[in-house]
């Protein structure tokens, strides 16, 4: 009777630890890649297994990162600042949440980044998932020129979407040429200017103190527009 009670004993208390875990991350990866000067968003599906809404507290625990790349949470393609380190979600019952997202800015180093999050349930903190989501960054692939002429060469600008800057590459052919980018609003009014010097080959487009929206780039040569391009802001 005693071992029969015993036995009981392990079987329930290994369907309550089970029956405990009332959500799941669900889709995950092994790996996400982009890349450089790229934004890498991964979904986090959080799955609620149980029969009554939850409320999730979901925590940067540790990360292995490089110095000018940044990590943070968005929802809603509404993303935080990178000093956030928690965020606070609901889940209903038989609900997967697919709003949540976290994101790298890849920087302009190849390899490899991890961050490590842990999810608990605010009701139950005892109910807590862990995981560790790796960022490979590759080299930028090569892209097609969007303007070429004797004067200079230019691709288009990246990332785009951006948030803080994007990058622009380009080679001026003849030394003599004034080779300039404007940076101007869906109004038109000038917001940057960006001189594309012969003795260098990447130009740096500032957009952090712009507002999320459309803006445009235009090229001009010897003050003469010859391009124009669209550039998305987003925050």
């Not at 785009?160 to 300039?180: G, I, L, S």
């Not at 038109?188 to 003795?199: D, H, Q, T």
Request: hydrophobic share 40%; glycine share 8%; with cysteine.
């Amino acid at each position: 009777m005693r071992r029969r009670f015993l036995l009981c004993a392990i079987i329930c208390s290994l369907y309550s630890g089970l029956a405990a875990q009332g959500f799941e991350i669900t889709g995950l990866q092994d790996s996400y890649k982009g890349g450089i000067g790229e934004v890498i968003k991964v979904p986090l599906g959080f799955k609620n297994n149980g029969i009554k809404p939850i409320t999730l507290i979901i925590r940067k625990a540790s990360s292995q990162i490089g110095t000018s790349q940044k990590n943070y949470f968005c929802k809603d393609d509404n993303c935080a600042d990178p000093s956030v380190e928690d965020i606070i979600v609901k889940v209903e019952p038989g609900q997967t949440l697919t709003s949540l997202q976290v994101a790298l800015e890849a920087g302009l180093v190849p390899g490899v980044s991890s961050v490590r999050y842990i999810a608990y349930n605010k009701s139950n903190p005892g109910e807590v998932l862990e995981v560790e989501i790796n960022f490979v960054v590759d080299e930028k692939p090569e892209k097609v020129n969007i303007y070429t002429s004797r004067s200079i060469t230019l691709q288009d600008v990246y990332p785009n979407p951006t948030a803080d800057f994007a990058f622009v590459d380009y080679k001026v052919v003849q030394d003599n040429v004034k080779a300039r980018i404007i940076l101007h609003n869906v109004l038109g009014n000038s917001v940057g200017e960006y001189n594309l010097n012969a003795w260098e080959t990447k130009a740096k487009i500032q957009t952090a103190d712009l507002n999320a929206g459309i803006y445009f780039y235009t090229l001009y040569l010897n003050g003469e527009a010859v391009m124009t391009r669209k550039l998305v802001v987003k925050k």
